[in-house]
């Protein structure tokens, strides 16, 4: 398919859409956006769309489309399936160069309301709660920590991947329905919660989850050995010129720590990751460009052991076989006896998933077994007044289940308030 028309018509106009039903944790209308696209109705694509999104510019080009939208389109049965994520970029990208805007969308339809809502954070979740609020006529405030808003969108997902213009387009759409920011104001230094809860009708928290997990092996604690997540937060890297880089993970967080790495120069970067290849949660176009950028991965294989005199010198791997366990719902990894052997390495980043930051266990709230915020089926925490979600509350890692947290808690929101 050479061009975008043919991409946009050869979607079949399902009548069940498995790809909204079941793929997309968003539920956008997707044979309906595209109709509309088709019609070259770029108004409607857009008024579609944000019926029950207000990221599509950056699902669009972010979301892992083969696992989730593309992974349920009919087409794809038998060949290749629309190319959903793209459609989408498109239509945001056709209403921004047209100036349709959220506040356009909803010119007439905001309702008026004196209840408060204060959000704890401009990601992805606490972005989308807002607008969906603000929608209903719902005064909110967002406490952000930074100068800037989009959490992740900015710090956490590297410029190739996603242009940052796109996230400030994204975000001044959404504050243009009358949102207040508070920035560099960070819950636990600059407020307490007990400072909000009397002034606002409910507090919805969305801050992220962002410190890196660890596996507990000898040498992690030695010089040279990073978290990924903070790595890609704070964007604070050692020199990497000429040296050889250890990812350990099969994330996209592991796929963007070793392209972001390369790019600085690293001599050689190898991604461990103790499965195979098929049960990698990262995007297989990341992994794809990954191995197109010279990147080395060792599937089946487990760190045992982080070697050095207070510095990273070698890594001990052991290699994996995969067994099928009862109640496991995939390949589990286990180690294979006398299989290990020892690879140099300057560096090792952890990118194997994230748990909250280690104030959380002081807000009076209370904690699942990973350290999350337990929420219940209205993303209520123990303390009613107050809500979670995204990565905080243990809600699946990508942008748009994220964004589902946010627009789910924000109806949950207006219906207790």
């Not at 209403?95 to 959220?102: K, Q, R």
């Not at 387009?169 to 009358?178: A, E, F, P």
């Not at 660890?214 to 020199?239: R, S």
């Not at 294979?336 to 002081?362: C, Q, R, T, W």
């Amino acid at each position: 398919m050479e061009n975008i028309k043919e991409k946009i018509n050869y979607c079949l106009h399902c009548k069940v859409k498995p790809c909204s039903q079941k793929g997309c944790p968003l539920h956008n209308d997707i044979p309906e956006f595209i109709l509309a696209l088709k019609e070259e109705n770029y108004r409607k694509a857009y008024e579609i769309l944000c019926n029950t999104t207000v990221l599509p510019g950056v699902c669009g080009r972010i979301c892992p489309h083969q696992k989730q939208c593309q992974g349920a389109c009919v087409r794809g049965i038998k060949g290749e399936p629309v190319s959903i994520g793209e459609l989408e970029t498109y239509a945001f990208d056709k209403a921004m160069e047209n100036n349709y805007t959220l506040k356009e969308m909803l010119k007439g339809k905001i309702k008026k309301s004196n209840k408060k809502v204060a959000i704890i954070g401009g990601g992805p979740s606490g972005l989308t709660a807002a607008a969906f609020l603000a929608k209903e006529g719902i005064q909110v405030t967002i406490y952000e920590k930074y100068n800037y808003l989009g959490g992740l969108l900015v710090h956490g997902i590297p410029e190739f991947r996603l242009n940052k213009k796109i996230v400030e387009k994204t975000v001044k759409n959404i504050l243009d329905l009358g949102i207040e920011v508070k920035y560099n104001k960070e819950l636990g230094k600059d407020f307490e919660l007990k400072d909000l809860e009397g002034k606002y009708d409910a507090i919805f928290l969305s801050f992220g989850a962002n410190c890196s997990s660890k596996m507990g092996v000898e040498g992690e604690n030695l010089e040279g050995v990073y978290g990924g997540n903070e790595l890609l937060e704070y964007n604070m890297h050692p020199n990497y010129e000429g040296k050889t880089v250890i990812v350990v993970g099969g994330g996209n967080v592991a796929m963007d720590c070793a392209r972001t790495v390369k790019r600085l120069g690293a001599k050689e970067v190898k991604v461990v990751y103790r499965r195979a290849r098929e049960q990698m949660p990262a995007e297989d176009k990341e992994v794809e460009d990954a191995i197109n950028e010279k990147i080395e991965f060792l599937f089946q294989n487990n760190i045992v052991k982080i070697i050095g005199n207070e510095k990273v010198e070698k890594v001990e791997l052991i290699k994996t076989k995969l067994i099928q366990k009862e109640g496991e719902t995939r390949l589990v990894p286990v180690n294979i006896e006398n299989s290990n052997h020892i690879i140099d390495a300057d560096y090792v980043i952890m990118a194997l998933g994230a748990h909250p930051e280690n104030f959380v266990n002081k807000l009076g709230l209370n904690l699942n077994k990973w350290g999350n915020i337990e929420v219940n089926e209205n993303y209520q925490t123990s303390r009613p007044k107050i809500y979670a979600g995204g990565d905080l509350a243990g809600v699946r890692g990508t942008v748009a289940w994220a964004a589902y947290s946010g627009r789910e808690a924000a109806k949950k929101i207006m219906e207790n308030i």
